[in-house]
C-alpha cells in the first residue's frame, strides 16, 4: 500500500478509512488497470466504491455519508488516484454538488442528492466552462429563463469531466442581462439537472491528454425544463454557490494528483536497483539518488500541504478563518501538486530512459495525466491570482514590521523597529522633502507611497497630499496617480538638490577612500 501514512491529527475514524481504502486500492488495482488499458469506462470499479461508501466521505450522517469532511475526501481521493480514471471520477463526482447542496441546497434537494451522493450509484459532473467561459468562469452564455414553475435553459457546456457516465449535473447558468447584475455578480443561477431530461444531450466527448478513459465532453442543452425545486442557491446567487465549492474542489483535486506519487517512487526505487549500467547498480549513481531524493520531497511537502488545508476547511469556522485566507491555502495545494506531478513525472521519465518512455510503465501516464491537473479546476495561472489578491488582503501578511534607517556613523541603510526619527518633525515641504531625500539614500530606485510617510511622521493623509501637491508644482517631486489621487511620491533630481548638499548623498566603502585615483572625481 503506498502512500496513505496518517497524520498525528486525523481521527481513528479518518485513519480507519485510509487504511480500509488503501487495501480496497491494492485489491482492485488490477481491476482499474485492465480498464485503463482497455480503454473502458471502469464501472466494475465504481461499483465496488459505491458499495463501500467511499462516496459518502464528505456527506454528513443524517444523508447516509461517513461525514469525515475535507479530510476524509482527500483521503479516498488521494488512494483513488492511484487507480487512475476511478479517482479522477471520485473527484468529479464530488464537484458535482456536494459542497454546494451542503450549503446552498433546499432540503428536498438534499435529502434527494446527498443520499444518492452517499450510495455512489450515480456520479456527478459539473458544468461551468462554455465556449466563452472558462478561466472567465462568470462569462457564460448557457441561459436560463423563468416560466412558471419552471426554468427553460439553452446553450452548451464543454469540458464536462464525466460527461455521460454522470446522472447528476450541476450547471451556472445567466439568468439576467441586467448590466448591474454583472457587474454585481449576480447573473448567474445554479441548477441541478438529471440525465435524462428532456432536450439534455451529450453532445461530443473529447480525446484530451491524460484522460484516456476518463469521458470528457459537450452538453447541450436545447428547451431543457427543469422544476424550480432543481435550483441550488437563490436567483442570482450563481457565482457565489460556484465559488463556495472552489477551496474544497482544489483540494481534492489536489489529492488526487498525488495519489499515484507513492506507487511512482516505489516503481523507481525497483527500477534504480535492477537496473545495471556502466558495470554498476544505477541506485549508486550519486545524481539519481538526488532526483529522487527530488522526489520523495515534493511527494511529502505535498501531501503536508493537502491535509493541512484540509484541516483548515474542517476546522475553519472554529478557528475563525476568513474564505480568502481558505481560499489561498486551497491553490496552494493544488498549484504545488499539480505542478509537482509535472515534475516529478519528467524527472522520473529521465531516471528510467527509454523506459519511462513507453506505455509499459505507468510513469508517462503520469507525464501526460500531470498536465490535465494544471487545467481542470482552476489553471494555475488562476492559482497564483488567488494566491497573490488573498496575500494582499490577509492584514500585515506583506508589511514591513520594521523600517530602515541611515546609520548616523556607518551611513548606510539598516533595519530597526525603533520609533521614527522624523515623529516630531513638523509638516512642511521643507521637512517632506528631506524625508524623500532620505528615502532616495534608503531605497534609491523606490517611490514612497503616502502610508510610508504617515508611519514615519503620523502626519495626516490630507496634509501629506497637500505638500506634495506644492512642491510638485515647483518640480520637485515626481508622482504616480490612479484616478488623479497621488499613490506614490518621489524627488527628482531637483528636489535632492534643494533637500541637501550633494555629500549628504555620497558614500563610499573604506577600500575606495584610501584610493586617491579613484576618490579624484568624488571632488
Known sequence: MAGLEPFWWWTDEQKALAKDVGQFCDDHIEKAERAYWEHRFPWEVMDLVAKKGYM????PKEYGGLDLGATGCCI???ALGRLYAVGHLFVVSMLGGLHQLIKFGTEELKQKYLTQIAEGKVLGAVGITEVFAGSDAANA??????EGDEWVINGKK??????????????????SDDPTDRRQYKHLTAFVIDRGTKGFTLEKINTLIGFDNVPNGYLNFEDVRIPDSQRCGDIGQGWQV??????FERLIGAAVVGGGF?????LLGNYMERRVQFGIQVNRLTNLQFDLADIITKFKIARLVNYHTAYLLDHGKELKMREMALGVWSSIAKLYSTISAREIGSVAVQISGGDGLTRFYPIERMVREAKIGEIVAGTTEIQKVIIYRGSLLEKGFLELDHHFVLHEELGVPIITNKPSHWLKTEPT???LLKILAEDYRLNPGLHMKIDDIRKLTKWKRSVINELIEKLEKQGLVVTFKHKDKIILVKANYAGLRKANPQEYYQWYPDWVKADERLMEMTK
Open 262 to 266: 507513492g506507487d511512482i517512487i516505489k
Open 242 to 247: 460556484m465559488m463556495a465549492g472552489l477551496n
Open 76 to 78: 479516498v481521493a488521494e
Open 158 to 175: 464543454r469540458f464536462a469531466t464525466g460527461a455521460g457516465a454522470a446522472g447528476r449535473y450541476l450547471v451556472y447558468c445567466k439568468t
Open 429 to 431: 515641504e521643507e521637512n
Open 56 to 59: 459518502g466521505a464528505g456527506v
Open 141 to 146: 452564455y448557457t441561459t436560463a429563463v423563468k
